[in-house]
């Protein structure tokens, strides 16, 4: 198996600040990541790393089998997809589903063609129907509500056939059924053997899909447990990792978590 993703001894500072410290983190091919953190403790800054928008200040970055300094990241970023709400408040509003999805294939936020390619246009319309998105392909992305606006944000990554896909609280402001509904999507993408190398971030344990194999932890910048879920994924890593005691069961492929009662 190769290296998707490989990080040794890496720091980010600013202002004198470790963003992440000491981070040495393998992702093999195939495996799908679920990274859990609180508030602050440098989760987007690892999924910046993986997706070459920011370098390490000492250490190893390699995505993709390229060490990052040493390669053209113009080359590599469309290998990459990425979505997150940063960059979603990128593009136009007034643009629509379909063409939103579609400008991913040409590196572009903005529709500016007159005339896609037919086959680009299709592969848009299949990911969009895969995330349930086919009935919205004309509606104005700045119209969208907050489920839509991230499934049509997954569509839009999977259109450069990414070989990893990077996906930052995909289900974050999602009611239970937005939740549940995305969960299941990204769960039969997890299980797609064809599907990219997948990096998932996010607060709750709730939101790992089924088909996810493996659990980094991060508190305060330091990786606090790396490694498949089952063995990683524990009460007591968790309890660690957000600084109160927690319970955490797995039940059919999802998991819960619940805090121990005040006495
Ligand atoms: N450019 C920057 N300059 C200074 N500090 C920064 C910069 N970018 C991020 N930080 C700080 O680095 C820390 C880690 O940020 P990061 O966004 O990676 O955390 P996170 O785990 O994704 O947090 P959240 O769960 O709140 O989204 C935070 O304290 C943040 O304020």
């Given at each position: 198996m190769?290296?998707?993703?490989?990080?040794?001894?890496?720091?980010?500072?600013?202002?004198g600040?470790?963003?992440?410290?000491?981070?040495?983190?393998?992702?093999?091919?195939?495996?799908?990541?679920?990274?859990?953190?609180?508030?602050?403790?440098?989760?987007?800054?690892?999924?910046?790393?993986?997706?070459?928008?920011?370098?390490?200040?000492?250490?190893?970055?390699?995505?993709?089998?390229?060490?990052?300094?040493?390669?053209?990241?113009?080359?590599?970023?469309?290998?990459?997809?990425?979505?997150?709400?940063?960059?979603?408040?990128?593009?136009?509003?007034?643009?629509?589903?379909?063409?939103?999805?579609?400008?991913?294939?040409?590196?572009?936020?903005?529709?500016w063609?007159e005339?896609?390619?037919?086959?680009?246009?299709?592969?848009?319309?299949?990911?969009?129907?895969?995330?349930?998105?086919?009935?919205?392909?004309?509606?104005?992305?700045?119209?969208?509500?907050?489920?839509?606006?991230k499934?049509?944000?997954?569509?839009?990554?999977?259109?450069?056939?990414?070989?990893?896909?990077?996906?930052?609280?995909?289900?974050?402001?999602?009611?239970?059924?937005?939740?549940?509904?995305?969960?299941?999507?990204?769960?039969?993408l997890?299980?797609?053997?064809?599907?990219?190398?997948?990096?998932m971030?996010?607060?709750?344990?709730?939101?790992?899909?089924?088909?996810?194999?493996?659990?980094?932890?991060?508190?305060?910048?330091?990786?606090?447990?790396?490694?498949?879920?089952?063995?990683?994924?524990?009460?007591?890593?968790?309890?660690?990792?957000?600084?109160?005691?927690?319970?955490?069961?797995?039940?059919?492929?999802?998991?819960?978590?619940?805090?121990?009662?005040?006495?």
């Amino acid at each position: 198996m190769s290296e998707v993703l490989e990080l040794v001894d890496v720091s980010v500072v600013r202002d004198g600040r470790a963003l992440v410290e000491d981070v040495s983190w393998s992702v093999k091919e195939g495996e799908r990541w679920v990274i859990l953190g609180p508030n602050g403790a440098g989760k987007t800054t690892l999924l910046n790393l993986a997706s070459s928008y920011l370098f390490p200040t000492s250490g190893t970055v390699g995505v993709l089998g390229e060490r990052l300094g040493s390669v053209d990241v113009f080359e590599l970023r469309p290998r990459v997809g990425m979505a997150s709400i940063a960059m979603a408040e990128k593009l136009p509003r007034r643009q629509t589903v379909l063409e939103t999805v579609l400008t991913a294939a040409y590196g572009m936020t903005a529709h500016w063609q007159e005339s896609y390619d037919k086959v680009d246009e299709d592969r848009a319309r299949a990911f969009l129907d895969r995330l349930g998105m086919s009935d919205y392909l004309d509606r104005r992305f700045g119209t969208l509500s907050e489920g839509e606006r991230k499934r049509t944000m997954i569509a839009r990554a999977m259109m450069t056939d990414p070989e990893l896909l990077l996906l930052d609280e995909p289900a974050a402001g999602l009611d239970l059924g937005g939740r549940e509904d995305l969960v299941r999507r990204l769960g039969r993408l997890a299980r797609d053997p064809y599907a990219p190398s997948m990096l998932m971030v996010t607060h709750h344990v709730e939101e790992i899909p089924p088909g996810f194999t493996h659990v980094l932890m991060i508190r305060q910048g330091q990786v606090l447990a790396a490694g498949p879920l089952e063995t990683e994924l524990t009460s007591r890593n968790l309890s660690l990792c957000f600084g109160l005691p927690l319970v955490v069961e797995e039940q059919n492929g999802r998991w819960t978590a619940q805090g121990l009662p005040l006495r």
